[in-house]
């Protein structure tokens, strides 16, 4: 069961993967350093203001297509069905060098196009995870005009970009407090009596 905190433990998840998996070289060649990390509205609009970082972005949440169609049930007892959602994520880089930026970047894509599954052991822990949940992190193809859209709303510089969608997060109710039991009231009618 997953709880309102599932969204940013997804994004913060990806951010902690590759910054725990991002090696010092690579095939002999020294990597530049470089931070992940999972940025705000705000942050996002001032950029990184020092080193390199590949920014993770939630700018869009979407209810899940295939979840749409699902009926609440009719019983008065029955749980709401949980919330299916995808995350749309865009990755950026942000370097001193076009080096450093293209080099981070493309190894920051390989990675989430070799490992492209969040299990519940990878996931942080605070919204209470399944043990058999699973996040796929797939690639998102946007246009040049929704790429542009988002950079012209965010207002720096456009950055070296890629989408991603994170699916499936699943969001479940609250749980609902315990039926409180019935009060029955007893009424009694009598008729007045006729004098």
């Known amino acids: 069961m997953a709880n309102v905190l599932a969204m940013h433990s997804v994004c913060s ?10 090696p ?4 002999g060649m020294a990597m ?8 705000s509205s705000q942050e996002m609009s001032t950029g990184p203001t020092d080193g390199n970082r590949v920014s993770l972005y ?3 949440a979407t209810v899940n297509e295939h979840s749409r169609q699902q009926r ?3 019983a008065p007892a029955a749980q709401p ?10 990755l950026s880089a942000w370097g001193a060098t076009a080096l450093e930026e293209h080099t981070t970047m493309a190894w920051a894509m390989r990675q989430l196009h070799l490992h ?51 699916r499936t997060v699943r969001l479940d109710p609250d749980e609902l407090p315990e039926s409180v039991p019935v009060v029955a009231s007893r009424y009694t009618y009598s008729a007045g009596l006729a004098s």
């Not at 902690?16 to 998996?21: E, V, Y």
């Not at 530049?32 to 940025?39: G, H, K, S």
Request: aromatic share 8%; net charge negative; hydrophobic share 45%.
């Open 13 to 22: 998840s990806i951010a902690t993967f590759l910054n725990n998996t991002y």
């Open 24 to 27: 010092a070289s690579t095939n």
């Open 32 to 39: 530049p350093a470089c931070d992940f990390a999972v940025l």
């Open 58 to 60: 939630l700018y869009r």
């Open 72 to 74: 609440p049930s009719r």
């Open 81 to 90: 069905a949980p919330l299916h959602l995808d995350l749309h994520i865009l």
């Open 116 to 166: 492209p599954l969040l299990d519940a052991s990878s996931l942080t822990p605070e919204p209470a995870w399944d043990a058999d949940e699973v996040i796929q992190i797939v690639p998102a193809e946007l246009s040049t005009e929704d790429i542009m859209r988002i950079w012209d709303a965010l207002e720096p510089s456009y950055r070296l970009s890629a989408s991603y969608i994170a």
